[in-house]
């Protein structure tokens, strides 16, 4: 895959290496700041009755705590999706900044999320992901996540945006340029339609004027006959 980047996108790129890093870097942050406050006995703590509070808690497998004990599996699936999807980010700057960055997004969650698992364990790579962000207003779908979640969800909405709407190769926007196109060749037509029928009136106008002119010069000679 040869990339040719212009200068917006090579800035877009290094907008895309900078949420890539930043959000490892403040993912680990939080998590840590998060363990600490557990240990002094500050967490669990109410943000809203109800709806969201802080708590620590840790996840050895996916959302909602799937194929927990899944360390070959999360492994294998690290190893595939992180090169996969840097290759599609630098493909996307072609075409838009949004998808992208979501793109970027994504990655940052999934880096953020393989740092505890890398290296939280007591075995290859099966440490448990540190949550501290509890959800409680989906009542059984409820969940804890922490900031790499967040970053994960926040770059798949940026992938539908940017794909569907706003890329230069959206879906949505390629169906509106072809209908554009489709209404310029009629307008073309029209146009050309209309030059044509304008030509046909001068032409018989010339022909008109012609032709009166013939008569007055046959008028002429007979007079001049006579």
């Not at 040869?2 to 996108?9: G, M, S």
């Not at 996969?84 to 994504?106: D, E, P, Q, T």
């Not at 540190?130 to 770059?155: K, T, W, Y």
């Not at 190769?169 to 554009?180: L, M, Q, R, W, Y």
Request: charged share 20%; proline share 2%.
């Amino acid at each position: 895959m040869k990339l040719n980047f212009d200068k917006k996108a090579k800035i877009n790129l290094i907008i895309c290496i900078g949420i890539i890093v930043l959000g490892v870097v403040f993912d680990q942050i939080t998590k840590a700041v998060f363990v600490n406050l557990d240990e002094k006995g500050v967490i669990p703590l109410t943000i809203i009755p109800g709806v969201a509070s802080f708590v620590l808690a840790y996840n050895n497998g996916a959302a909602w705590g799937s194929f927990g004990g899944s360390s070959i599996m999360f492994f294998c699936l690290t190893v595939l999706a992180v090169p996969a999807f840097v290759l599609i980010m630098l493909y996307r700057l072609k075409y838009g900044k949004i998808s992208a960055f979501g793109f970027a997004f994504v990655l940052s969650g999934a880096l953020g999320n393989a740092v505890d698992r890398l290296f939280l364990g007591d075995g290859f790579f099966n440490g448990e992901v540190r949550d501290f962000l509890q959800l409680e207003f989906l009542g059984p779908l409820s969940f804890i996540c922490n900031l790499a979640d967040i970053l994960l969800g926040a770059g798949v909405v940026l992938l539908i945006i940017g794909m569907a709407f706003t890329d230069k190769d959206a879906i949505f926007k390629k169906e509106v340029h072809e209908n554009t196109g489709e209404g310029n060749t009629i307008d073309n037509t029209s146009e050309s339609h209309n030059v044509q029928i304008l030509l046909e009136d001068e032409n018989n106008i010339s022909e008109i004027v012609v032709s009166n002119e013939e008569n007055i010069d046959e008028s002429e000679d007979e007079n001049e006959r006579n």
